[in-house]
C-alpha cells in the first residue's frame, strides 16, 4: 500500500467563517441566543427555535464532513466515504486531466476552496469531482498537480487533445 503523503476532510469551521450561508448560521444562533438572555418573556420560545435551528444546521454540516475522508498517495486519491455503511473510492492520480479550485472572496480568508477534478476515471463519468471546504486548498491543489505530473511520467502517459476543426 502506498504512503499517504495527505489525509482532509471538508473544513465545518471554514464553511462557517468562509460561506455566506455560514455567516447566515451564525448570526442565526447568536441572533437567538441573544434574544433568549435579553428578553426571553417576551418573545416566548422563538429565540430558543433560532438557536437549536443554527445548531441542527452546524450538526448536520459536521455529520456530513465527517463522511468523507479524502487520502492522496504518490498514485491515487482516495475516497472514504460514509459514517455507518462505509465505501473507498480510488482515483489514480494519471487518469486526472485537470485540477481547478473554485473559492469566493470569503473562502479566500478562510483558506477554504473547492477542488474540481476532471478525470477519465469511472468514477467521475457522471462529471467533475468536486471536494467541497477543502482547508489549505489552494496548497493542496499544488500539491496535487505535482503527484498527478509525476504519476503520469512514471507512467509514460499522454494526454491527447482530439480537436475537430472544421475546414
Same mark, same amino acid.
Given at each position: $500500500? /502506498?504512503?499517504?503523503?495527505?489525509?482532509?476532510?471538508?473544513?465545518?469551521?471554514?464553511? #462557517?467563517? =468562509?460561506?455566506?450561508? =455560514?455567516?447566515?448560521?451564525?448570526?442565526?444562533?447568536?441572533?437567538?441566543?441573544?434574544?433568549?438572555?435579553? !428578553?426571553? =418573556?417576551?418573545?416566548?420560545?422563538?429565540?430558543?427555535?433560532?438557536?437549536? !435551528?443554527?445548531?441542527?444546521?452546524?450538526? #448536520?454540516?459536521?455529520?456530513?464532513?465527517?463522511?468523507?475522508?479524502?487520502?492522496?498517495? /504518490?498514485?491515487?486519491?482516495?475516497?472514504? *466515504? =460514509?459514517?455507518?455503511?462505509?465505501?473507498?473510492?480510488?482515483?489514480?492520480?494519471? @487518469?486526472?486531466?485537470?485540477? @481547478? $479550485? %473554485?473559492?469566493?472572496?470569503? %473562502?479566500?480568508?478562510?483558506?477554504?476552496?473547492?477542488?474540481?477534478?476532471?478525470?477519465?476515471?469511472?468514477?467521475?463519468?457522471?462529471?467533475?469531482?468536486? $471536494?467541497?471546504?477543502?482547508? *489549505?486548498?489552494? !496548497?493542496? @491543489?499544488?500539491?496535487?498537480? @505535482?503527484?498527478?505530473? !509525476?504519476?503520469? *511520467?512514471?507512467?509514460?502517459? *499522454?494526454?491527447? /487533445? $482530439?480537436?475537430?476543426?472544421?475546414?
Amino acid at each position: $500500500m /502506498d504512503d499517504i503523503r495527505d489525509s482532509f476532510r471538508a473544513s465545518v469551521p471554514g464553511w #462557517l467563517g =468562509g460561506t455566506l450561508v =455560514g455567516w447566515g448560521t451564525i448570526v442565526l444562533g447568536v441572533a437567538g441566543f441573544a434574544v433568549l438572555v435579553a !428578553a426571553a =418573556g417576551d418573545w416566548g420560545a422563538w429565540p430558543l427555535l433560532l438557536t437549536a !435551528a443554527a445548531l441542527a444546521i452546524v450538526l #448536520l454540516k459536521w455529520v456530513e464532513s465527517m463522511g468523507a475522508k479524502f487520502e492522496v498517495t /504518490d498514485e491515487r486519491l482516495i475516497i472514504r *466515504r =460514509g459514517i455507518v455503511f462505509k465505501s473507498i473510492d480510488e482515483i489514480e492520480l494519471y @487518469r486526472i486531466k485537470d485540477v @481547478r $479550485m %473554485n473559492f469566493t472572496l470569503l %473562502n479566500q480568508l478562510t483558506g477554504i476552496g473547492t477542488i474540481c477534478l476532471t478525470t477519465s476515471d469511472e468514477t467521475t463519468r457522471a462529471g467533475d469531482f468536486l $471536494m467541497r471546504d477543502v482547508p *489549505r486548498a489552494h !496548497a493542496r @491543489r499544488e500539491e496535487l498537480r @505535482r503527484l498527478v505530473d !509525476a504519476a503520469r *511520467r512514471k507512467r509514460g502517459v *499522454r494526454e491527447i /487533445d $482530439m480537436v475537430h476543426e472544421d475546414i
